[in-house]
């Protein structure tokens, strides 16, 4: 019996990957992804299923006012009759409620030195971006557009995990899809763990291209077992990573790699407004001794045109004129389009982020309110301490250490890595995001940076410049000598964040003697405080005879016009509980939530 993939079928069928999904859930049919194989038995279940949507669909929009046809049927109505996708989609655009238009792809890709990133993109690029128009030269500008029978797909063509990390590292995630490339004939090396972990740090979805399939010696099937081993589990070994052989001499399976683009693309349902506010990121800039400030901007949200002030960092330029990556001149660029601009008067630094303003005295205006914003807080050089919530997350969910471990060997990473798996509860997580042989290097910081995470080097240090590094971005980097006394800092990351545990405390008890109409905080309880004390913002609670009549907060205590923030036994307060109700002869409650010392 032979195996379907889903998005064929999809295709076959002329329904959408999640539509198809979506049958899929209802017959309680597992699968990973769109790629996941489905048995043969199952296809015909879903063929009947959509043959008996579209008999139900037929003879509601026959006799319209019966009932209004769902949107689910009506895309469905011309299967299991084959159409073509690009008919599907045209027919049902019109239908869907005046949304946010999808937009191409932003792609980027890293991988282990040699293994072919820059021949991949070549190939890509030679075969899939037009011819340029007369006088138009191709130039680096660190992103391409290429044209694929899916649609349009952006490569940044500046390969390697630093680019992508120094972009993330300035808050702006401009891929939404990482390639990382294996070379068959070399299998996972330390720089393809790196490109891995920076991809999962960025929650980028990930698709392996295993290039170099036409060497002799290529072994596809031992890059994807030592892939189980990072527990990125092949798509035909049962997992949801998918996997492309390629090569970037023949081109072989590149297709395939541009069509799991489109389809990862379709899933990940990537949307912008070109109508919207205008906003983008810095791929690169140069200088060009003729023409000044040349910088590559992704738009990513809203349209660009010739004449537009832009605001970057504390500079702003207005753009005199613009280039598509193929070197052709435009007039205006909409969302995941790489422009090269010239206007700018000093180059931006890659990963800045882009926005516009009306005019030139408004640019300005931004530009002064950012440089008086820099420098309060350099005056004020405030090292906040963050709070346990900014830093893990809301309370309540489990938490998570991420800690990029450094060794001197595979078997002391194996022996720590051994150690700390054992370490995990169900309260705090660890997920170590690199484990790598040798110093700690920037690329690391970059990427503890942006994931929030604690680089521990056993028997390794870091050389000056990237514990400098460290120390400007407030990085912990610590390194040990000793196994324990690495684990016993892993302990006390993982004491710091384990959940507080709080238990609410008796404050005070007061008697409602009369009640207050304000004409702003409405009904005040005129109160006596009966024993204990009442806090501002405690928590009360209001009993009327044995019933509880109200919960909630204490939002404002006065003593006669004054507002104050406690008051003690034997004196007599307004208490505001922004609720109109209370009666006299009330009782309030004030209690308080604590938090309780740990074992
Ligand atoms: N046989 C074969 N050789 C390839 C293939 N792809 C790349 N190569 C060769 O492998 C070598 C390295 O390729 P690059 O594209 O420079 O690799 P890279 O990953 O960009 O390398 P860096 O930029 O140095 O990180 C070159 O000699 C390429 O010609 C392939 O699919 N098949």
Same mark, same amino acid.
């Given at each position: 019996?032979?195996?379907?993939?889903?998005?064929?079928?999809?295709?076959?069928?002329?329904v959408d990957n999640n539509k198809m999904l979506e049958i899929l859930d209802g017959l309680?049919?597992?699968?990973?992804?769109?790629?996941?194989?489905?048995?043969?038995?199952?296809?015909?279940?879903?063929?009947?299923?959509?043959?008996?949507?579209?008999?139900?669909?037929?003879?509601?929009?026959?006799?319209?006012?019966?009932?209004?046809?769902?949107?689910?049927?009506?895309?469905?109505?011309?299967?299991?009759?084959?159409?073509?996708?690009?008919?599907?989609?045209a027919e049902r655009e019109p239908a869907a409620a005046p949304e946010v238009p999808h937009r191409a792809p932003v792609v980027t890709i890293m991988g282990h030195v040699d293994h072919g990133k820059t021949s991949l993109l070549d190939y890509i690029r030679k075969t899939k971006v037009a011819a340029k128009e007369a006088g138009g030269i191709t130039q680096h500008v660190g992103a391409f557009e290429a044209q694929t029978s899916k649609g349009r797909i952006v490569f940044i063509d500046t390969p390697g995990h630093e680019a992508f990390t120094t972009i993330r590292a300035r808050g702006a995630n401009v891929a939404d899809i990482a390639i990382i490339v294996i070379a068959a004939d070399d299998s996972l090396m330390p720089?393809?763990?790196?490109?891995?972990?920076?991809?999962?740090?960025?929650?980028?979805p990930m698709i392996v291209a295993i290039n170099k399939v036409d060497l002799p010696q290529a072994d596809a099937d031992r890059v994807k077992t030592d892939l189980t081993q990072l527990n990125l589990v092949p798509e035909e070994y049962g997992g949801?990573?998918?996997?492309?052989?390629?090569?970037?001499?023949?081109?072989?399976g590149v297709e395939d790699l541009l069509e799991?683009?489109?389809?990862?693309?379709?899933?990940?349902?990537?949307r912008a407004d070109p109508k919207g506010p205008f906003s983008g990121v810095i791929i690169e800039s140069r200088v060009d001794r003729q023409a000044g400030v040349l910088a590559t901007v992704m738009v990513q949200e809203g349209t660009l045109h010739v004449g537009d002030f832009l605001v970057v960092g504390e500079n702003y330029g207005k753009i005199k004129a613009m280039t598509d990556s193929g070197g052709g001149r435009i007039k205006e660029a909409g969302p995941s389009t790489p422009v090269q601009i010239l206007g700018f008067s000093e180059a931006p630094s890659s990963g800045e982020q882009v926005a516009s303003a009306k005019n030139e005295h408004a640019a300005r205006e931004v530009i002064a309110q950012r440089a008086s914003n820099r420098r309060d807080v350099e005056n004020a050089r405030i090292q906040r301490k963050k709070t346990l919530e900014e830093m893990m997350g809301p309370l309540g969910e489990t938490r998570t250490v991420n800690l990029i471990l450094r060794a001197d060997t595979q078997g002391s990473l194996e022996a720590i890595q051994g150690i700390l798996?054992?370490?995990?509860?169900?309260e705090v997580k660890i997920n170590v995001l690199l484990a790598g042989i040798g110093s700690p290097t920037e690329g690391d910081v970059l990427l503890a940076s942006t994931a929030e995470a604690t680089?521990?080097?056993? *028997?390794?240090?870091?050389? +000056?410049?990237? @514990?400098?590094? /460290?120390?400007? #971005?407030?990085?912990?980097? &610590?390194?040990?000598?000793?196994?324990?006394?690495?684990?016993?800092?892993?302990?006390?990351?993982?004491?710091?964040?384990i959940e507080p545990v709080f238990e609410e405390r008796f404050l005070g008890r007061?008697?409602?003697?009369?009640?207050?109409?304000?004409?702003?905080?409405?009904?005040?309880?005129? *109160?006596?405080?009966?024993? +204990?004390?009442? @806090?501002?913002? /405690?928590?009360? #609670?209001?009993?009327?005879? &044995?019933?509880?009549?109200?919960?909630?907060?204490?939002?404002?205590?006065?003593?006669?016009?004054?507002?104050?923030?406690?008051?003690?036994?034997?004196?007599?307060?307004?208490?505001?509980?922004?609720?109109?109700?209370?009666?006299?002869?009330?009782?309030?409650?004030?209690?308080?939530?604590?938090?309780?010392?740990q074992a």
């Open positions: 019996m032979s195996k379907v993939r889903i998005y064929s079928l999809a295709k076959d069928l002329g309680g049919v597992s699968y990973k992804s769109v790629s996941s194989t489905i048995e043969e038995d199952t296809v015909d279940l879903i063929r009947e299923i959509l043959a008996a949507e579209a008999a139900e669909a037929a003879p509601a929009s026959a006799q319209a006012p019966a009932a209004p046809m769902a949107p689910a049927q009506a895309e469905t109505q011309a299967a299991p009759t084959p159409v073509s996708t690009a008919t599907a989609t720089q393809t763990r790196e490109a891995i972990a920076h991809a999962q740090a960025a929650k980028v949801d990573l998918v996997v492309v052989p390629v090569s970037a001499k023949t081109g072989e799991y683009i489109s389809l990862t693309a379709e899933l990940e349902d990537l798996a054992r370490k995990e509860t169900d680089i521990l080097c056993f *028997s390794v240090t870091a050389a +000056g410049g990237v @514990k400098k590094m /460290a120390e400007t #971005k407030g990085i912990d980097l &610590k390194s040990f000598r000793i196994i324990y006394e690495m684990i016993d800092e892993v302990d006390r990351l993982l004491r710091g964040t007061a008697e409602v003697r009369m009640v207050i109409r304000h004409p702003k905080s409405g009904n005040i309880a005129g *109160s006596y405080v009966t024993n +204990g004390m009442f @806090k501002r913002n /405690a928590k009360a #609670k209001v009993t009327r005879g &044995k019933e509880v009549v109200y919960q909630g907060t204490i939002v404002g205590l006065k003593r006669f016009k004054d507002d104050v923030r406690e008051v003690q036994t034997g004196f007599e307060c307004g208490i505001n509980l922004d609720w109109n109700d209370v009666l006299e002869g009330d009782i309030i409650e004030a209690s308080e939530m604590v938090e309780v010392e």
